[in-house]
RNA sequence: GGGAGCAUAGCUCAGUUGGUUUAGAGCAUCUGCCUUACAAGCAGAGGGUCCGCGGUUCGAACCCGUGUGCUCCCACCA
């Protein structure tokens, strides 16, 4: 069979992909191996994968992969998220630009076009899972509306509401003007700007004092605002109580420029004499600050502001003008009456929607919480206590606690339609009952013997969804049908799950609160480790946006340089816990490492083509003598060179294999890419394969052809879960099987032979300088050498010898004799070897790296002897450390006498 | 304002309880090669005041202090 030039991945990434999905491997069942759990998270509705999805499935699927590979039952939950008010905006918009306003339509039609979208969207995530070759369980998918999921969130709602955590109330909560709904607190970005601080005078009122005021002074109060919008809504001002420059207001009123009213002068210790003028206005509906002090001093509450940010009535000027451009206009104004004192650049932070970026207003309003302080202990005591465990700790652990112990209550309801609707009916008199349907809501209200329910009448259900994270915190449950169907089978089995992978922005949204409600509801951590990946930044270090045109699509990279190259481009970029700088140079690296092992098969192939083809002969050969020669001939020198090339290799696999293991159970998954392509691209292909490379025209011997396969297939398995495609084609293409490499079983882990690895790396060491010689000075491939080793141990050359001769193009090695002629000198290790060559040398070019090499060894002498002839250093350090010191002085001293000789000749 | 993390080659990073470390890898750079798997390649090479300063120690890239510079999280001062 012909092989391609190249890789093609195209052709080969649907087949298998098909051949998997074909053959079950991804779908799970409960049996009785150990379960390998993992819930993905689920991705937004909102639109399609980007980067950081792209580096959370790769990391996802890899882990899987390799446990697959390892004896676990592995099941990979997929899904997606109904992300309430992020896919309601998007919906919105899309409407819009359709002609259509949501105000327009009813509910149960805004519904059905929110479902199209999630529809639409939804698939195209599915197909960029699949079309980067993600082993998810396809009969697994769960979406956070189903019907089954909608019923746990509804469910929980109720026995949290029954259990006195949830509490319906009027309270101080972030309001986004643009979604026109409350958000959480963790929904609500600070960004750093730059604004103005306005001081305005407020006129002091003299109605209950007859004496006229002789200064200017007492006439006005200055007071700075950053909001002189708000002023309508001002109830009082407020001074500190021990400031005597307003002591003489006690009792009196100010009146609030523009609409006159008077308002008093309070005091409160929450004021900061020396800040500002040392008196602050109270607008208790549009400040959490001023809403405490109002409460504390029993002031009314003036909400000037509509749902949409516009003025509302209560305002009395400007009403329905948006609060950005009545600021304007009032600030016009009052410089205009002379009111305006001064105005002063401000640097202060302002909260925006993360869904809308629309800037958050502080409104009091009626809305449904939940009590955290309760459920935050458990799941703080899941993380303290090491049950589970965050990577990388040393950064996210103390975030971790220092959110749970500081936690507020959580404002849970959302004024949407996209979501789960909160399940409270009130009568007509606007009580309420909460139950997961209405019969039993109408039952609830007998219950508390409401008349008006006996008689039947109209209950209405809350309008309000609930928070979109309000559901995804059940994720590692219900995806299981934990919430809805306890201690079923699956969820017994599968749960917790192995591992999280997530970003580590949303540890407080979702993480955390996953705790809580696995510490809650399977009174059980949800999973043992959370791997955070960083976030995907471009390589100048932006983030990636939209707006920048620099987030890459993720179908397209793929179709340019294959699932496996974008896999093995954004792992090996992608060190442990930091942000990751995606650059397309890394796919092309990718690129070429397929390639590399592409080659390394067509190569193989070579050779048993050429095999086959020698054997079909030999059995056409009635005679047969001469081939038989020939083979036993070449055979046996082949073979003996060959030894030391295979078990060399052997060992050396097996040591990557258990670095390896070591690195991905610390979920350094890029140190153990590395460690795996330099096995393959160095190790295999630059030396493995061309230390048993038979010479032109000659076939391969046996026993290291068998072996090549057999080892190809161990770096194949291991590379596997970085690069699924290429090597399960490589697999198949190497020999015909029945088996398939996504299943295969990683062997019991065999310890690697110190000595065998030691000597492969003298042997590299011995070629390398030898070829540094050659290139040097000028001597081509063809031209050969012959080579003088002066060495201690000549016995270790036995089974180097032919490789040696082979790669450097010797004729001959000789052990302990001088060469006739003139000779390049080099040192490696502690070992002379001098090379002989009939061409032109440049004596003095090897001389001064002699004299180099000297000098380094010279100076790193005189540090080993500075220590050892320490007398507190031989009484202090331990004796293997004393040791090993005087180990590098003999060496060194060895080295340098071996450089001496050489520079004498 | 509070807290966390980071600073090692041009770039991205290793350096696992202080001792084969006068420091490693990949990419990039340079040199020589179209050598019969691979020029998407092969064989080599060069490149570092381990952020500054001070301390602990026989010994510091590593521990402590301090300064500087980045990054992130949290917070209701008008």
Redesign the pocket.
């Known amino acids: 069979m012909e092989l391609s030039?190249?890789?093609i991945p195209a052709v080969t990434e649907d087949k298998w992909y098909t051949h998997w999905l074909a053959k079950n491997y991804f779908t799970s069942q409960p049996d009785s191996r150990p379960a390998y759990t993992i819930v993905i998270p689920p991705p937004n509705v909102t639109g399609v994968l980007h980067m950081g999805h792209t580096l959370n499935e790769t990391v996802q699927d890899i882990l899987i992969r390799k446990a697959r590979m390892s004896g676990f039952n592995t099941c990979w939950v997929p899904g997606t998220d109904h992300a309430s008010i992020a896919t309601e905006a998007k919906v919105v918009s899309m409407l819009q630009e359709r002609g259509i306003k949501k105000e327009d339509l009813s509910r149960e039609e805004f519904l059905k076009y929110a479902f199209e979208w999630k529809e639409k969207y939804g698939n195209i995530i599915y197909n960029q899972i699949a079309k980067l070759g993600c082993s998810v369980d396809w009969n697994r998918t769960t979406f956070t509306m189903d019907d089954h999921y909608y019923k746990a969130v509804i469910k929980v709602f109720v026995d949290l509401y029954n259990k006195g955590l949830i509490y319906r109330g009027a309270r101080m909560i972030n309001w986004d003007p643009a979604a026109k709904t409350a958000l959480s607190?963790?929904e609500?970005?600070?960004r750093?700007v730059v604004g103005k601080?306005y001081y305005i005078k407020y006129k002091v009122v003299n109605e209950n004092d007859n004496r006229q005021q002789t200064t200017d002074k007492f006439n006005y109060i200055v007071?700075?605002?950053?909001?002189p919008e708000t002023i309508m809504g001002d109830t009082a001002v407020c001074a500190?109580p021990g400031d005597e420059r307003y002591g003489n207001l006690k009792g009196r009123s100010v009146l609030v420029p523009l609409i006159d009213k008077a308002v008093p002068v309070i005091f409160d210790n929450?004021?900061?004499?020396?800040?500002?003028?040392?008196?602050?206005?109270i607008t208790p509906a549009h400040?959490?600050?001023d809403y405490?002090i109002g409460l504390k001093h029993n002031l009314p509450v003036v909400d000037t502001l509509n749902e949409d940010g516009t003025m509302s009535e209560a305002a009395q000027i400007y009403v329905g003008e948006d609060r950005f451009v009545v600021r304007k206009k009032i600030v016009a104004q009052l410089r205009e009456k002379g009111l305006l004192v001064k105005e002063e650049e401000?640097s202060?932070?302002i909260g925006y929607s993360q869904r809308t970026n629309a800037v958050v207003e502080p409104k009091i309003s009626t809305q449904w919480f939940l009590k955290m302080k309760e459920l935050a202990q458990p799941a703080l005591d899941a993380v303290t206590s090491g049950k589970v465990s965050i990577h990388p700790g040393?950064?996210?652990n103390?975030?971790y606690k220092?959110?749970l112990e500081?936690v507020?209550d959580w404002c849970i309801s959302r004024q949407l339609w996209w979501g789960q609707q909160i399940p409270a009916w009130y009568d007509e008199k606007g009580r309420f009952t909460v139950a997961e349907t209405e019969e039993e809501a109408r039952k609830g209200m007998s219950d508390q013997q409401s008349p008006l329910i006996k008689t039947g009448s109209i209950l209405t259900r809350d309008e309000d969804v609930l928070d979109t994270w309000f559901s995804s915190w059940l994720w590692p449950i219900e995806v299981f049908n934990g919430i809805t169907s306890p201690g079923n089978n699956e969820i017994k089995y599968y749960y917790p799950a192995s591992v999280l992978v997530t970003g580590?922005?949303i540890i407080?949204f979702w993480v955390s609160r996953m705790i809580m409600a696995g510490m809650e509801y399977m009174h059980e951590k949800p999973f043992s480790d959370v791997y955070f990946t960083g976030?995907v930044r471009d390589?100048q270090?932006r983030?990636m946006s939209k707006s920048l045109g620099n987030s890459p699509d993720l179908l397209h990279l793929i179709r340019e340089y294959g699932a496996d190259a974008v896999r093995f481009g954004i792992m090996?970029?992608a060190?442990?816990?930091?942000?990751?700088?995606f650059d397309e140079?890394?796919l092309?690296?990718g690129?070429?490492?397929?390639?590399?092992l592409w080659?390394?098969l067509?190569?193989i192939k070579?050779w048993s083509a050429r095999h086959e083809q020698d054997e079909t002969q030999k059995s056409q050969d009635t005679n047969g003598e001469l081939g038989k020669d020939n083979e036993a001939i070449n055979g046996n020198l082949e073979k003996s060179s060959n030894d030391f090339a295979i078990i060399w290799f052997q060992n050396r696999l097996n040591e990557a294999r258990i670095e390896v293991d070591k690195l991905m159970k610390?979920f350094?998954l890029?140190?153990a890419l590395?460690t795996i392509?330099?096995l393959i691209?160095?190790d295999y292909?630059?030396?493995f394969?061309?230390w048993i490379?038979p010479k032109?025209?000659q076939n391969i011997d046996q026993n290291a052809y068998n072996d090549a396969v057999i080892f190809f297939e161990g770096i194949l398995q291991l590379i596997h879960p970085y690069m699924p495609f290429i090597t399960e084609e490589i697999y198949h293409l190497l020999k015909e099987r029945e088996d398939d490499l996504v299943v295969k079983q990683f062997g019991n882990t065999i310890f690697p032979d110190e000595e065998i690895l030691q000597l492969g790396n003298k042997l590299?060491d011995v070629?390398?300088?030898i070829?540094?010689v050659?290139?040097?000075n000028?001597i081509?491939?063809?031209e050969s050498i012959r080579l003088y080793i002066e060495t201690q141990e000549s016995s270790s050359y036995n089974t180097l010898q032919q490789i040696l001769k082979r790669q450097v193009n010797a004729e001959f090695v000789k052990f302990n004799t001088s060469p006739g002629n003139a000779a390049i000198p080099i040192v490696v290790g502690k070992e002379k070897i001098s090379i002989e060559t009939n061409i032109e040398i440049d004596f003095e070019g090897q001389k001064e790296?002699l004299l180099?090499d000297l000098?380094?060894?010279?100076?790193?002498?005189?540090?080993v002897d500075r220590?050892l002839s320490?007398?507190?250093?031989v009484?202090?350090?331990?004796p293997e450390?004393i040791e090993?010191?005087r180990?590098?002085k003999s060496?060194a001293e060895e080295k340098i006498t071996m450089i001496e000789q050489s520079l004498q000749q």
């Open positions: 030039k190249n890789y607190d963790e609500v970005e600070h750093d601080l007071i700075a605002t950053q909001r500190n929450y004021v900061d004499k020396e800040f500002g003028t040392g008196i602050l206005k400040d959490i600050n405490n401000y202060t932070r040393e950064k996210f103390a975030t220092y959110w500081n507020k580590q922005d407080f976030m390589k270090g983030k090996i970029s060190p442990a816990g930091n942000d990751l700088l140079g890394s092309e690296q690129k070429h490492f397929n390639n590399k080659n390394a067509k190569l070579m610390e350094r890029s140190e590395k392509y330099s691209w160095d292909c630059s030396w394969l061309e490379k032109y025209g590299k070629i390398s300088s070829r540094d050659r290139n040097k000028n081509k491939p063809k790296k180099k000098d380094y060894l010279k100076g790193f002498l005189n540090t220590k320490n007398d507190k250093f009484r202090n350090a331990k450390v090993l010191e180990k590098k060496d």
